[in-house]
């Protein structure tokens, strides 16, 4: 019976490197166009150029569906692989428990991807506190405007005021 399964994982391994290198082929367009994106985007918010900002970020929405489909597959790829009693962890724990030597240029593919993605999420942060600093200066602004001008203090003498101690502190209450 054990032959059998390392029989039956072998007969798989192929197709499970193909599906691989398949997420790879589709992965690496998506993570290099998000890559020129958020360079565009970037100069965009120095600009603040909002028209272009919007345009941006609706490329970006779709290119993040595309990329959540390859991340669907390779978790689906995953999967598949630890059915077959493979290491499942990540795509270079599979390819080494498929026996593909590290010399291969799949694994250099990988890292190269790693990379990329180690990117994206620095530079969407970057963008994301931007976006967060200019929302909160925005509404700094419009509240002074609302407020001719003037800061609405938190606590002020004369207005909200009782002239008891409310009724907590007065007795006669």
């Known amino acids: 019976m054990h ?4 029989a039956s994982a072998q007969s798989i391994q192929p197709q499970l490197l193909g599906k ?9 367009p998506i993570q290099k166009q998000l890559l020129n994106l958020y360079q565009e985007k970037s100069k ?3 600009q603040v ?3 272009l900002i919007e345009q941006f970020s609706v490329v970006e929405e779709g290119l993040t569906r595309d990329l959540q489909f390859v ?11 630890a059915q077959q009693g493979l290491p ?20 250099q593919r990988i890292f190269e991807a790693q990379k990329r993605s180690q990117k994206l999420r620095h530079e969407s942060w970057v963008q994301w506190i931007v976006s967060q600093r200019s929302y909160q ?3 700094q602004i419009l509240e002074l405007i609302a407020h001719a001008g003037q800061k609405v203090p938190t606590y002020s003498r004369g207005q909200n005021e ?8 007065d007795a006669s209450a």
């Open 3 to 6: 032959a059998g399964q390392s």
């Open 137 to 139: 200066h925005y509404s």
């Open 88 to 107: 499942a962890d990540s795509m270079k724990e599979l390819l080494s428990g498929m026996g593909v030597a590290e010399s291969d240029p799949v694994f």
């Open 49 to 51: 150029d909002a028209a």
């Open 20 to 28: 691989l290198v398949g997420i790879l082929n589709d992965l690496e």
């Open 162 to 169: 009782s002239s008891t101690g409310g009724a907590i502190f």
């Open 71 to 81: 991340l669907l597959r390779r978790q689906q790829l995953l999967q598949t692989a």
């Open 44 to 46: 965009a918010l120095k």
